[in-house]
């Protein structure tokens, strides 16, 4: 059977199977084990809604307690294991990986970016949104600096293997060299240590747009009044924009960085396309990605110290949710 | 509010400029790739895709043909026109590989073993030696030829690389794994905005920790289990996987949305006799709709783009590649240097993003609100 006609059935089975599931769930519960008849129908109707919402709940905590809570575990068990998974080593592989010297580029270059990337991105897209706030065509200039987010990790590497290619006759950055007199071309992402820099601008490019739209939103959420009255107090624009504004959207700026630090953790795709992790760019996910099916014990050694990095975040997320719902 | 103490025209001609600037410093890349994607593969080399638009100085050889052979006193002469049967203008020759364009057009260049050259700039060439010419000898030339823009890379990546069966893959990959996720996590979403019970709010806490939790983590167990109930890696791997992945953000896109839709609505159609089920599917799902549509991008651009669950989950074997896996793993070696190819792969792969994205921007822009700002 062709993986195409596979699909359709998939979708046929999964969603008739998920309307299947609801509807005779809820039948059976009102007509079968609860009936609001007999001796007590009040009584009855209670105890239905009392379990109707975990028959709402059950495929999603099903499917979330499968695909991400057991992995939380799973990973953590596996990686007190060997290579093969047949010996219990402890805590054997993160001392030997953080023995490494491999591991411990891949550390500090994924500190460079969690440094980089979010305050990067924020800034501009802090700086787009402003400045096109006002703009007759802002619309539409921002819709094209948003447009790197449709593009996938792996596109964007290309689109960026154009600039930096080794070469002055394609790749832009090595064209201007050229222009302004260098003889040979340079292949920036050999550059030890600054080529790091070179693979980020790439996430900044994407993630701008992202931080841009968020912004502009929070932006425009600002109550006027206070603009005016600094206004009229005599601020200038620029202190209007950094003691005004700029301190009534904290929050949203504080979201937008945690946001993209989240992700800076957990993309390999830009490393794994543009250099493999050579000439000194490893980060994490990419060096996890370079022992997956080699040695699982490893492989998630590497995902549970991600796991801890992210917590902080994760456990930052949780309290400003409940917060909210109280 | 710039009209109340008076507009800075210099300010706002500085604003102009300056996104200017930056909306084209965001395109730049984006345009060279999709110009080089339909340029000739010898044009790419011989000129940066930002001249692409001028004529293109390349370098040619021909052999010349020995059936025009002639004596001419005590030399053999080859005659004829580099060109054949078309025209260009020669801007340089040579008659050796090593020195291609040593020469101006009209010149004569001296050969080894007293052989002489001489190309005139409309192709004309004359060959001579005082020995018998047995080997076609390699003529050297640098013309300009007009700008090449062609379909040709598509069609190559097209015919002779499968990339229409790594595209196919990406489409079957991604329409399942978008589609079974919303209707599990609307029925969640539905009971954790607007069903009373114990533990409510310990869910969503849950929910919204997961959102964070590191791909990373779940790969080597996953995969385990999968291989353990006969799954293994193959398409309903990666889709329960993908629905897996997408829950959480799903759940808690619908639950912010479906939280503010208007209470009265609900509580009368309950008053009226209306079940639980009712209520989810007569008002609340038609009304979530843009919240679903949200989702729906997000989750469509996430597994068409995704490379690393496509690593994992799909069999390694080229026949289920899809297209990212396609141009990271394959197209990068062994089409390493022909930039045109792998430009029009990656056309390819961005191009249904990049609709879906300009068409539904609304919605995307309403999901990141929705998801992200509180």
Known sequence: MSPLLQGVLTIIIGVGGCVGYFYLS????????????ADNPGRNINRANLVRPWLFLFPAMFALGLYLVYPVVGSFWRS?????????????????????????????????????????????????????????????????IFMPMAISF?????????????????????????????????????????????????????????????????????????????????????????????????????????????LVLKVFDIVYTMTGGNFGTEILPSYMMSYMFRDDGRATAVAFVIMIIVLPVMIWNIRQARAEMR | MDNIAGTKSSLTWAVNLSVIFLVLLWLVPTIGLLVSSFRDRDQISASG????????????????????????????????????????????????????????????????????????????????????????????????????FSMG??????????????FINTLTVTIPATIIPILIAAFAAYALAWMDFAGRGLLIAIVVGLLVVPLQLALVPLLQLHNKVGIGQSFLGIWLAHTGFGLPLAIYLLRNYMVGL???????????????????????????FPALASFAIFQFLWTWNDLLVAKVFLPSNSESWVMTVKIADDLLGSRGGDWGILAAAAFISIAVPLVVFFTMQRYLVRGLLAGSVK
Not at chain 2, 138 to 146: G, Q, R, V
Not at chain 2, 278 to 285: A, G, R
């Open chain 1, 154 to 262: 792996v596109g964007a590497s290309l689109i960026w293997k154009f600039v930096y290619a080794n070469n002055a006759d394609i790749g832009l950055i090595n064209a201007i060299r050229d222009m302004f007199g260098a003889s040979e071309p340079l292949d920036v992402l050999q550059l030890r240590f600054w080529n790091n820099f070179f693979l980020m601008v790439i996430l900044i490019w994407i993630q701008t747009g992202f931080a841009m739209v968020i912004l502009s939103a929070a932006l425009r959420g600002i109550p006027e009044e206070t603009i005016e009255a600094a206004i009229i107090d005599g601020a200038n624009p620029f202190q209007i924009f950094f003691k005004i504004k700029v301190p009534q959207i904290m929050g949203t700026i504080v979201v937008v960085w945690t946001t993209i630090t989240i």
């Open chain 2, 153 to 166: 890379n598509y069609e190559t990546i097209m015919a002779s690389d499968n990339m229409d069966l790594a």
């Open chain 1, 80 to 144: 007190l294991f060997n290579r093969s998974g047949d010996e219990f080593i402890g805590f054997g592989n993160y001392t030997t990986m953080f023995g490494d010297a491999g591991f411990q580029t891949a550390l500090f270059n994924n500190f460079l970016w969690v440094l980089f990337v979010p305050a990067a991105a924020t800034f501009l897209g802090l700086l787009v949104a402003q400045l096109t706030d006002r703009l007759s065509w802002g619309n539409i200039a921002k819709s094209l």
């Open chain 2, 49 to 148: 895709w930002w001249l692409s638009p001028f004529p293109v100085e390349q370098n040619f050889r021909v052999r010349a043909p020995l059936d025009d052979l002639a004596q001419d006193g005590p030399l053999y002469v080859l005659e004829g026109n580099v060109f054949g049967e078309g025209s260009g203008s020669v801007s340089a020759f040579g008659g050796t590989s090593r020195a291609p364009d040593a020469n101006e057009p009209g010149e004569t260049a001296e050969l080894t073993r007293d052989r002489t050259l001489t190309v005139a700039a409309d192709g004309a060439f004359r060959y001579t030696s005082p020995a018998e010419i047995k080997r076609e000898p390699s003529i050297y030339f640098a013309s300009e030829t007009p700008p090449d």
């Open chain 2, 262 to 288: 208007p209470r009265d609505i609900i509580e009368s159609a309950k008053v009226d006799g209306a079940t639980d089920f009712q209520v989810f599917t007569k008002i609340v799902l038609p009304l979530s």
């Open chain 1, 26 to 37: 809820n039948l059976i519960l009102d007509k079968v084990i609860f009936p609001p008849r």
